[in-house]
């Protein structure tokens, strides 16, 4: 019981941090448009997360090999990407939107951001959701009490919808700003793994490369530093779901940095930009 | 201007590596049936990059995993599949099979040379 529970509400949680936080932003803006775009896009993604787990078990060559491997690299690239470009929308839109709405102008603006976040909901959840539909098949043919089983995954389900409503609660409990900035870090930290795990993607494929140069091998394998001693790479752990790797490599957090300085970058901009607007007299 | 000479400096170093005769990387063969990996064990030399071929054998997906070393690979019943290996260090390093962790795995002993 204990491991298809596990295994459930762990590929969950990260697609339910992303949709949740999102979702909890359309919420409080009383965006309609974009809270059906979220529901109509983790749908798309229990499709996808469907035919990827149909492309394991029957096109099991093309999924295990270099075709499966750059299609989900470019899986988590795109998701990557989409949470940064949200979070620098929202920083952008979010303070100012439910003013701006009752304008039909400004509705507009709300709408072109419909796309981007049917596809990142899509994405959180097709590509976890794949590896759990896979686990769960596998296991139910063997598992020794098909009760059991059965209970562990349907409790794991509802763990994750109870961790979804709790979020929902706490986006109301505490103040706009600071749950704005909060959700922003989680979405930022998510994303930021997401970036990391498709760099190794990326780092695996050269690797295979027969001819591949020294400097290579060195970017992908060689430490930076080692902090095992402090806390060992382990999966479903928290540090693993943000980026966290023991003797990270450079091909893995030169990305990362870049990832947090474009981050960086857009929060200082618009921050001051928003003090200067506030200061001028209108 | 300067992206050009970057690209082509890149496509240089890339090329000329491509040209170097390297000798094929030793390879060694595993299965994977429902969780039990054969063999159980390998032994390697430190330092030597090498692939590691493995096959599904069993009638479950299995995936081959060591997150510290970042392999993990699906494999559906039947598929077969390959990753290669950095130079390691002497030790002993364990995979899971993260479908089947009721399962002992596979551990690779790297000995010194």
Redesign the interface.
């Given at each position: 019981m204990w491991p298809s529970f596990f295994i459930v509400w762990r590929e969950s949680v990260e697609a339910l941090l992303i949709i949740g936080i999102l979702y909890a932003w359309a919420k409080r803006e009383q965006n309609t448009h974009q809270l059906n775009k979220i529901w109509l896009g983790g749908l798309l993604g229990l499709l996808l997360a469907g035919a990827l787990a149909l492309a394991i078990l029957y096109a099991g060559s093309w999924y295990a090999g270099s075709g499966g491997e750059w299609f989900l690299t470019a899986m988590m690239l795109v998701a990557s990407l989409l949470i940064l470009q949200m979070v620098i929308w929202m920083q952008r839109h979010g303070r100012t939107m439910k003013r701006d709405l009752e304008q039909a102008a400004a509705a507009k603006v709300a709408k072109g951001s419909g796309f981007g976040l049917m596809l990142l909901a899509a994405l959180a959840v097709g590509r976890e959701g794949s590896e759990t539909v896979v686990f769960l098949a596998g296991t139910i043919q063997q598992a020794a009490s098909l009760s059991a089983f059965i209970i562990g995954a349907v409790l794991g389900l509802a763990g994750a919808i109870i961790t979804f409503l709790l979020l929902q609660a706490f986006s109301h409990m505490v103040p706009w700003q600071w749950f704005f900035r909060l959700s922003a870090i989680i979405l930022l930290l998510l994303g930021g793994a997401l970036l990391v795990a498709a760099s190794d993607k990326v780092a695996g494929q050269l690797a295979s490369w027969e001819e591949i140069p020294e400097w290579l091998i060195y970017i992908i394998y060689e430490p930076l530093w080692d902090s095992s001693w402090l806390l060992v790479d382990a999966r479903g752990s928290w540090a693993g779901l943000i980026g966290y790797h023991a003797a990270p490599s450079l091909s893995q957090y030169l990305p990362l940095a870049l990832y947090w300085l474009c981050a960086g970058l857009f929060f200082i901009r618009d921050g001051s930009r928003m003090g200067r607007k506030q200061t001028q007299p209108d | 201007m300067r992206q050009i000479i970057f690209l082509t400096s890149l496509l240089c170093?890339?090329l000329s590596?491509?040209v170097?005769p390297?000798a094929?990387?030793p390879n060694y063969e595993i299965t994977i049936t429902?969780g039990k990996f054969d063999p159980e064990k390998i032994e390697v030399p430190a330092g030597q990059?090498f692939?590691i071929t493995i096959k599904?054998t069993g009638?479950?997906?299995a995936?081959f995993?060591n997150?510290?070393m970042?392999?993990e690979?699906?494999?559906?019943?039947?598929?077969?599949?390959?990753?290669?290996m950095?130079?390691l260090k002497p030790g002993s390093y364990k995979f899971i099979d993260?479908?089947h962790?009721d399962q002992p795995g596979f551990e690779i002993i790297v000995s010194a040379q």
């Open positions: - | 170093c890339i590596a491509a170097a390297a094929p990387l429902d990059r692939k599904n009638t479950s997906p995936e995993e997150l510290s970042r392999v690979k699906v494999l559906g019943p039947g598929v077969q599949s390959f990753v290669v950095h130079p993260e479908f962790l």
